[in-house]
């Protein structure tokens, strides 16, 4: 079991910046990939960036250049940099933390999700 806990989410204004934390705890040796995904109400919940143990990464094409994923592996700790923030970009942010099995990402556990939102 993978425990994550979100931080970092708010309200700001179109062209702002945000920066999501999510800090793992638990069976941290089981994880490999860690990942942010987003849900805006009434739409599916969507990839926003993942990263590997190795720091390679990927991007949802609608995020590409604005945001920025990392990881502190000493501190089992993933960030979300998000700049140029639109309001399409509002949404509740969720981390996870995984691997992948057979070329499919699997998760060892979500975060409770934090709150993004963008004003026109």
């Known amino acids: 079991q993978v425990e994550l806990v979100e931080s970092g989410g708010g309200l700001v204004q179109a062209g702002g910046s945000l920066r999501l934390s999510c800090a793992a705890s638990?069976?941290?040796?089981?994880?490999?990939?860690m990942s942010w995904d987003r849900q805006a109400p009434g739409k599916q919940r969507e990839l926003v960036a993942r990263i590997s143990s190795g720091g390679s990464t990927n991007y949802a094409d609608s995020v590409k250049g604005r945001f920025t994923i990392s990881r502190d592996n000493a501190k089992n700790t993933v960030y979300l940099q998000m700049n140029s923030l639109k309001p399409e970009d509002t949404a509740v942010y969720f981390c996870?933390?995984?691997?992948?099995?057979?070329?499919?990402?699997?998760?060892?556990?979500w975060g409770q999700g934090t709150q993004v939102t963008v004003s026109s």
């Open positions: 996870s933390a995984g691997d992948y099995s057979g070329g499919y990402y699997y998760a060892l556990g």
């Open positions: 638990g069976r941290i040796q089981s994880i490999k990939t």
